[in-house]
């Protein structure tokens, strides 16, 4: 019995993906919704050894497990959710679920492949309760966004420059691991399915056809989240496409939100972001970095600076939904979230994939 087993007993009924659409849509007409903000720079403050990553569950793997963030969800549930909970309470509408990187694909490298499912449905029930425990507090409801990372490989990209052709992952290869983990969540009692940081899209369309299939396998449909990662100033992904070429790639999701997260500080994800929003006839997202990490690999923007960049996002109608990634904190979001209050979300848009129409169409 894993630790949140132990906390919540039987598996999570599945959420009602229409109601669930319903309440965000109406949040999301009456103010900017908030996300939280980087799970790995809260976990780092806590000093975890390699003892704390294993636990007592783990202790006879071989492999080294610290630095495999997600498995503290099973190892050091009462961690995470107290992160989740400080985020919640900040501010964050939105709370990911601590599962990055919690596909059999990314956990070969601990050789945890088999814990895969447990990683997702714990993950969902950890944020869940910290939500459910917020909303106990201040009355607000949060909802939970299971996170689907891009893995560590990339489908359209060779990894070794001598042989062009080659490829480290196939597109079936993503889709069965993103199926798992999704299987997993939805267990977990997600409400959101969130494809993030998306550096190849080729990746990210796995994530969506594996989406789909769960969702009829299921009879369920939950909205879906998108969001890219413009890696430089280039002003592309990794796979080369620009926002624009990202948003039409996708758009036949009819995602919930398209957005952008990771890789650049506000300021620097502007620009993308700007031609994005003037594109897409959706919700834009956006979760940048707390600015760039410096020579020792901290971010060093503060709460206050951050939240003023975002809310020049705003001021400017460019957003319905903003948050952090990495470098920021609960104080980040708190302050991104004050800093927003009053400013009118992203007008004139359509929201498709809320009603209960969306899979036939799809």
């Known amino acids: 019995m894993s630790a949140i087993t132990a906390l919540f007993g039987e598996p999570t009924p599945a959420p009602d993906g229409s109601e669930v659409a319903r309440a965000l849509r109406q949040a999301a007409s009456e103010r900017i919704l908030i996300m939280d903000g980087a799970m790995g720079t809260e976990i780092q403050t ?11 569950r783990f202790q006879g793997c071989e492999c080294h497990l610290q630095g495999n963030n997600d498995l503290l969800t099973l190892t050091q549930p009462a961690a995470i959710e107290d992160i989740h909970y400080r985020y919640a309470l900040a501010g964050a509408d939105i709370l990911e679920t601590n599962t990055f990187s919690s596909t059999t694909i990314a956990q070969a ?17 950890l944020a869940r309760r910290a939500g459910l425990r917020a909303q106990d507090k201040d009355g607000r409801r949060r909802f ?21 052709g080659y490829r480290a992952v196939s597109f079936d290869d993503l889709r069965l691991a993103y199926g798992q983990q999704l299987r997993g969540l939805i267990d977990g009692g997600t409400d ?3 494809i993030e940081t998306i550096f190849d899209t080729l990746n990210a369309k796995a994530a969506v056809f594996a989406t789909l299939e769960v969702f009829a396998e299921r009879g369920i449909t939950l909205p879906v989240m998108i969001s890219g990662t413009i890696t430089d100033l280039s002003g592309r992904t990794l796979s080369g496409q620009t926002p624009t070429a990202f948003w039409y790639s996708l758009r036949h999701a009819r995602p919930f939100s398209i957005g952008l997260n990771c890789a650049l500080g ?4 502007r620009p993308h972001l700007s031609e994005l929003s003037g594109v897409a006839d ?17 971010y060093d923007e503060s709460p206050d600076e951050m939240a003023a960049q975002i809310a020049g996002f705003a001021r400017d109608g460019l957003v319905n939904i903003v948050g952090g990634c990495c470098g920021s904190t609960p104080a980040h979001i708190k302050a991104i979230a004050e800093a927003v209050v009053g400013h009118v979300p992203r007008p004139g848009l359509q929201t498709p994939g809320l009603d209960t129409n969306t899979q036939a169409r799809l």
């Open 46 to 56: 806590l000093g975890l050894t390699e003892e704390h990553f294993r636990g007592e």
């Open 192 to 194: 959101i399915v969130l």
């Open 282 to 298: 959706t919700l834009i997202c956006a979760y940048p970095n707390a600015g760039l990490p410096n020579e020792f690999g901290a």
């Open 144 to 164: 939970v966004a299971g996170a689907l990372g891009p893995t560590n490989r990339t489908a359209s990209i060779s990894p070794d420059v001598n042989n062009p």
């Open 266 to 269: 506000a300021n620097a994800m």
């Open 109 to 125: 490298d601990y050789g945890m492949e088999d814990a895969v499912y447990e990683l997702n449905r714990d993950g969902a029930r």
